[in-house]
């Protein structure tokens, strides 16, 4: 087998139904695939890849698209010159194996500046310099097709409460981005940005810990239509959520403007786990949710490989959180048409009959006609659900064993 532009792949992987597709729109951030290996603990395990081999590999492997930092493409002290030829070179791989960057982002967290936050750094020239260096990662963003920016605060937040209160934080957060949001309109540029949540870590605490909270803040700022949520699977299993409830609620806001996919185990620290290689029933809902959803942006592995590995390794880790998407893809397919399955929920669709008083819309006669209406509780309540053995037909499905 050979690659888009005809040369011998490394290592032949499966090529069956569940092998990714342009069309899946799958991406992967270039930290992501070119994380080193470094822990609080030891040392990179692996060579840093550059940029335009992990747009070859990205797109060998049935990648859509890239999305980055701007730092993990031009580094932060790079002159003019080296940045146009980095960019430059970097735009010539996508052309060539015809990727996309729908997402760009900006990093915010690992210059030692950022060390008590960046929008909301009790030190003024910080928070300047922040939303400086984000309106030129979003000047490379647009210069490089993306139409998604994805903020994530990593350092925004405290170790000691002590130093602020954290009012200030939330209001600093509010400034900058509105005058982002401004910067965007002024330019043109079109973005949607995407907030992305998470507890605790690199910080002991981090402002908007969930995507709940991002939610109910971004009502609060002076372009909500132009701000949405990046809900991260391992963020949210940090804090011991349902991810899949949290992102659900996105969508029905219209607010799911992107999404980082890993794994986790609960309990820990950020992981980044391959997708789907911890979690696979809660996985197997949130694939059925945003493939049945209609939701149309891509699918964003933000994961590393083990440390254990070289670089064959990160790409079998890329390969496998494309394929284990796919697979839960088909299993949700399968769902649907289930007989069984689908013969429990029409049964108790059927048992409980329609709505006996109609409440989409208040009226003070619903609301009597309501109040008058006799219900048999204990009759309702009586008859089983049914739902331990519709629960264990979905894992003899997620297991292979019907279908
Ligand atoms: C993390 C975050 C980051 C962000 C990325 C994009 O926990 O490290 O998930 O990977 O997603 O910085 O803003
Ligand atoms: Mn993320
Ligand atoms: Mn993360």
Redesign the pocket.
Known sequence: MTDVLGKPLARERTSDQFAPQKSDKFTF?L??VGNRGRDPFGDAVRNSIPPTRIVEKVAELGGYGI?L?DNDLVPIDATPALRDKIVSEFKQALKDYDLQVPMA???L?YHPVFKDGAFTSNDPRVRNFAIQKTMSAMDLGHDLGAKIF???G?REGVEIDACRNAEDGIKRMREALNFLCEYSVSQGYDYKFAL?A?PN??RSDIYFPTSGHMLAFLYTLDHPELVGL?P?V??EQMSGLNFYHGVAQAIEAGKLFHI?L?DQKPGRY?Q?LRFGSETIKGMFYLVKLLEESGYSGPRAF?AHAYRTEDEEGVWDFAYGCMRTYNMLKYKAKLFAQDAEIQGILNELKSRFGPVPVDTTKFSADTAAKLKATPFDINAIAGPGLNYERLDQLVIDLLLGFRG
């Open positions: 951030g930290w992501t999305s930092h982002t900006v990093n967290f994805v903020l994530w990593g992305e998470k870590e690199p990046n991260e391992a963020h980082d890993n950020d980044d933000d």
